[in-house]
């Protein structure tokens, strides 16, 4: 038993970098689920049943502020992982890694993406508000990009529960994207009265 844990340990201690940057992948991922649903709640007045404006703001908010925070950590953690060693060039330069570079370079990409999107929230809101609007139509972009670069690159979701898991989540994200996308009217002109 001594010796098992021993190896246990020992393993661990090689690979915990690989861990976090597994863990933080997975937050990112709930975080941008959570963020899609709330600002698509925020649109149709769903998320006011539960939180009034102020809070469904800034609960929206704080939700983008973490995911910077997990996609952060997600990158800067590659550095120190030595199961696939990444450079600084080839995490922040898209498709030039060695591993997956197609696939991984989509998460270079939507990294760029949610910099934009968060910065642009943060600080153009109220100022430019048709700046803001459009820079944050790419978020569903960005759910796209995540979406592929999780499944193709995450080695978690190459099989099992939790690729069909992931598969259901992107169900229910289209079916969210389809019903705003509905109820704005992009895809069915409403006629005029």
């Given at each position: 038993m001594s010796s098992y844990l021993s190896a246990a340990f020992t393993r661990i201690a090689a690979t915990w970098p690989w861990y976090i940057v597994r863990g933080a992948g997975f937050v990112a991922v709930l975080l941008i689920f959570l963020l899609m649903l709330s600002g698509i709640g925020q649109v149709t007045g769903h998320m006011y049943r539960l939180f009034e404006p102020s809070k469904a703001w800034a609960i929206h908010r704080a939700l983008a502020i973490a995911l910077?925070?997990?996609?952060?950590?997600?990158?800067?953690?590659?550095?120190?992982?030595?199961?696939?060693?990444f450079s600084l060039p080839q995490l922040f330069i898209p498709f030039i890694s060695h591993y997956k570079s197609f696939w991984v370079g989509l998460g270079v990409l939507s990294m760029y993406f949610v910099a934009i999107i968060v910065a642009s929230s943060l600080n153009w809101i109220d100022t430019k508000k048709g700046v803001w609007k459009n820079l944050h139509f790419t978020s569903y972009l960005v759910l796209?990009?995540?979406?592929?670069?999780?499944?193709?690159?995450?080695?978690?979701?190459?099989?099992?529960?939790?690729?069909?898991?992931?598969?259901?989540?992107?169900?229910?994200?289209?079916?969210?994207?389809?019903?705003?996308?509905?109820?704005?009217?992009?895809?069915?002109k409403k006629p005029k009265s």
């Open positions: 910077c925070f997990s996609i952060a950590i997600h990158v800067l953690f590659l550095l120190l992982d030595h199961t696939l060693s796209v990009l995540v979406y592929f670069h999780a499944l193709y690159t995450g080695t978690d979701l190459a099989y099992g529960a939790f690729r069909a898991i992931w598969i259901a989540i992107g169900v229910v994200m289209l079916l969210a994207v389809v019903l705003r996308l509905w109820r704005s009217g992009t895809l069915v």
